[in-house]
């Protein structure tokens, strides 16, 4: 009789499983969404330009990550002196 409660012991965990997962597929697709809404204001914005580049540079973060919006940062401050 063990055997169906631990089968279905089993059952419960993959649905929970899928449903993290699916819960994480929607954060990310959600700070997808925001990020890019955030970058194409500040490149319109000069106000949200500056903000997006004080936050930026406030926070810490890995190498690896530094350097994949590098450029982004680069683009954002040349705007900014652009303008001034």
């Known amino acids: 009789m063990a055997r169906p409660i631990e089968k279905r012991l089993a059952d419960i965990q993959r ?3 899928r449903i ?3 819960q994480r597929q ?5 700070r997808f969404v925001v990020g890019a ?5 500040a490149k319109r914005d000069p106000a949200v330009r ?7 540079e406030n926070q810490s973060m890995r190498n690896i990550d530094q350097r994949r919006i590098a450029p982004l940062l680069d683009e954002l401050r040349e705007l900014a002196s652009s303008n001034d």
């Open 15 to 17: 649905q929970a499983t």
């Open 20 to 22: 993290e997962k699916l």
């Open 26 to 30: 929607q954060v990310n697709g959600e």
């Open 37 to 41: 809404l955030m970058i194409a204001a």
């Open 50 to 56: 500056a903000l997006l580049i004080r936050e930026i």
